[in-house]
């Protein structure tokens, strides 16, 4: 499994849609994370035991800001909420990963793979970079995010050298989506195709 990572707004999204094109199974593990906490999970239930009714909306869903507040000091807290969710998030993106074809090439998109100490976890890490300044002025033209909101958010990240000291690879998008393309088809020709052959062949 290739773990695939990079700060907020650095193009993680768009790494994996062309990864995806090209044939990978893409998991994203946000989107895993929601699920496990959505309306009437298991998830759910037991954040609402640990934390009260007060984490939960009129519409019964999770009310990140209220859990958010609860957590974001409080290290014990964390961990109690971690202890919910990780295990949960795991155990969908391994069930994920069990249903893909045997050879075929398994992209983990993990916004903190890097923060939450998962490297070594993975065969390949690719890691997204793009200077600060490119990923604010995206943030704040795609998602009309503050340039204040966006600082405070990564600020709260792994910086990029830490990023990069984790890396196997890393692909540079502080230009077109066209340059980030043929960067993501050569990590694709030269190390992941590679491997999917390699098993393909094994298997025959
Ligand atoms: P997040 O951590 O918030 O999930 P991300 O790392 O997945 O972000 P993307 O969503 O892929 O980042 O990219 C952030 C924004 O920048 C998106 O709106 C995307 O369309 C845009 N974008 C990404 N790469 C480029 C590029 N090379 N040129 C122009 N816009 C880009």
Redesign the pocket.
């Known amino acids: 499994m290739v773990g695939l990572t990079?700060?907020?707004?650095?193009?993680?999204?768009?790494?994996?849609?062309r990864l995806a094109a090209l044939g990978a199974v893409v998991i994203d593990a946000?989107r895993i994370a929601r699920e496990v906490v959505a309306p009437g999970s298991e998830g759910l239930g037991e954040i609402v035991a640990a934390f009260g009714d007060g984490v939960v909306g009129p519409d019964g869903a999770l009310d990140r800001a209220a859990l958010g507040g609860l957590v974001f000091a409080d290290e014990a807290a964390r961990r109690r909420l971690e202890a919910i969710t990780h295990p949960r998030v795991r155990a969908r993106t391994a069930e994920l990963a069990a249903a893909a074809a045997p050879d075929a090439v398994v992209v983990n998109?993990v916004?903190l793979l890097v923060e939450v100490g998962l490297a070594p976890t993975y065969h390949l890490v690719v890691v997204?970079q793009?200077a600060v300044a490119?990923?604010l002025a995206?943030?704040a033209?795609?998602?009309g995010m503050s340039r204040a909101e966006a600082e405070r958010?990564i600020a709260a990240q792994a910086d990029d050298a830490r990023r990069d000291a984790a890396a196997d690879v890393v692909l540079r998008?502080?230009?077109?989506?066209?340059?980030?393309h043929v960067q993501v088809d050569g990590l694709w020709r030269d190390r992941l195709l590679p491997y999917e052959e390699n098993v393909r062949l094994r298997r025959a």
């Open positions: 990079g700060g907020i707004g650095s193009g993680k999204s768009a790494v994996a849609a946000d998109d916004p997204v793009t490119v990923r995206r943030l033209r795609d998602r958010r998008n502080d230009a077109t989506l066209d340059e980030l």
